[in-house]
């Protein structure tokens, strides 16, 4: 992102509650009495960014010790409602469900149950080159496996199958019908088959589920209420949650979510709508994208996640030692580790994107700054995730006005490094 450093900003105090802003987005705040400075900046570039780019609603986290708490519901629930977004409202997490898969085997290294280093092979037969991709690597995406969600007839059943249910074994199968990418440990590409198969290493060492392994040993230690894992046959988020949305068909954006030239045109006129993606079964996800979260449970997350609590300092360290850059030729653009992303040169977390929603969880170590944001709309008719529209548009508010170099075409959903400092380095494929 090429952030700037933080500058400390006086805080001053404006009155809250509930507002209308221009275009007609209610915008709900939680803080009593009175709100951070900050927070009358950011409400009207939200706004605007979602009116500009048809995202429906979103629900916006900020915690910040030195310029205060600010959460805060933009938007309605369902396209054509006045149904407003509410601040406690469910969202599928999506790829941000690989940081809990991955810190469930980072604590099992802890516990001596595995190594990092040990290759997959020792605990999931027959994964090609499985005798020399690492545990580590996996967690890296630099295992060279094939992402099953590329496979076309995969992604034609989700679009005619919304209701599948999928095993992690015939998802496997998907993916290691066709050959490897590269060779282990030669570069960074974003594959889901890798936390499919981590999900499956937490079930064999802890026998019992991945739900169960999260529940105890994530969201139990940090009273995460409101965060799970579904059973593979639900497909029900829990109420209150909004409706999804998303452009295009799973087979229409194999290559890019950015939609063709007139379309986008039609979408931001309101002529196109997205389809509704609600109540899709998300088994395909699993431990590499199947959780579901409130913005405010995510924000208590990522604090741990990057700022300790949920594994000891030594791996801690390792995690966060782990990241490199994803394109070497521009490190400071973004980084991936064990099961763990850096945007920019400051914020570290995650992402996560499903048909229908979107979602960003970043925190600052050295500021303590930590901004979360959840969209009912995976991506934008430009193809941008919806979620990082809006971080993008605020990141300026705190990190000054050279925090975001010039807009690039979004990536395409391959994989590959993305092409923006800000676009996503967890596609939704």
């Known amino acids: 992102m090429g952030i700037a450093a933080c500058a400390a900003a006086a805080l001053l105090v404006a009155g809250c509650g509930t507002s209308t802003e221009s275009g007609g987005t209610s915008a709900q705040s939680t803080t009593a009495g009175a709100e951070p400075a900050y927070a009358a900046a950011l409400r009207p570039v939200i706004t605007t960014l979602m009116k500009d780019n048809v995202i429906p609603g979103a629900v916006v986290v900020v915690k910040s010790p030195k310029q205060g708490n600010w959460t805060a519901a ?38 001596g149950k595995l190594a990092l280093d040990d290759p997959i092979d020792k605990y ?39 209701q599948k249910v999928w095993t992690p074994e015939e998802l496997l199968a998907i993916a290691f019908a066709h050959p490897v990418n590269f060779q282990p440990g030669e570069k960074f590409e974003y594959s889901n088959t890798n936390f499919i198969l981590l999900g499956l290493v937490i079930e064999k060492l802890t026998k019992m589920t991945a739900a169960e392994s999260f529940q105890q040993r994530i969201f139990e230690p940090l009273s995460l209420e409101y965060t799970s894992l579904p059973a593979p046959a639900d497909s029900s988020i829990p109420d209150p949650h909004p409706q999804g949305y998303a452009f295009g068909t799973n087979v229409s954006t194999i290559d890019t979510y950015t939609l063709p030239p007139a379309e986008q045109a039609e979408a931001v006129a309101g002529t196109l709508k997205p389809s509704n993606q609600t109540n899709i079964n998300v088994s395909w996800a699993w431990t590499a994208g199947g959780a579901i979260s409130t913005a405010d449970d995510l924000a208590t997350y990522v604090k741990a996640l990057v700022g300790g609590g949920l594994l000891d300092a030594k791996m801690q360290r390792t995690r966060l030692d782990s990241i490199q850059p ?35 969880m970043g925190h600052d170590p050295a500021s303590d700054l930590t901004i979360v944001v959840a969209t009912n709309l995976a991506t934008v008719p430009s193809g941008e995730g919806s979620a990082l529209v809006l971080v993008k548009g605020m990141l300026p508010t705190f990190y000054g006005a050279d925090a975001l170099p010039g807009k690039n075409p979004p990536a395409a959903t391959t994989g590959a490094s993305p092409t923006s400092t800000t676009e996503s380095t967890t596609p939704g494929r």
Do not use: C
Request: negative net charge; hydrophobic residues 35%; proline residues 7%.
């Open 74 to 111: 933009f938007g309605t629930r369902a396209i054509d409602s006045s149904e407003p977004m509410q601040v406690d409202d469910y969202f599928r997490v999506g790829s941000n469900t690989k940081t809990m898969t991955s810190t469930v085997i980072l604590q099992l290294a802890q516990d």
């Open 326 to 360: 994803i394109d070497p030729a521009d490190p400071d653009r973004a980084g991936y580790g064990l099961g763990i992303v850096r945007f920019g040169t400051h914020l570290i977390g995650h992402d996560g994107q499903l048909p229908g929603f979107m979602t960003f």
């Open 124 to 162: 999931w037969p027959g994964v090609p080159n499985g005798d020399r991709i690492t545990i580590a690597q996996l967690n890296e995406m630099r295992s060279g496996l094939y992402s099953y969600t590329f496979d076309p007839q995969f992604d034609a059943a989700l679009d005619n199958e919304p």
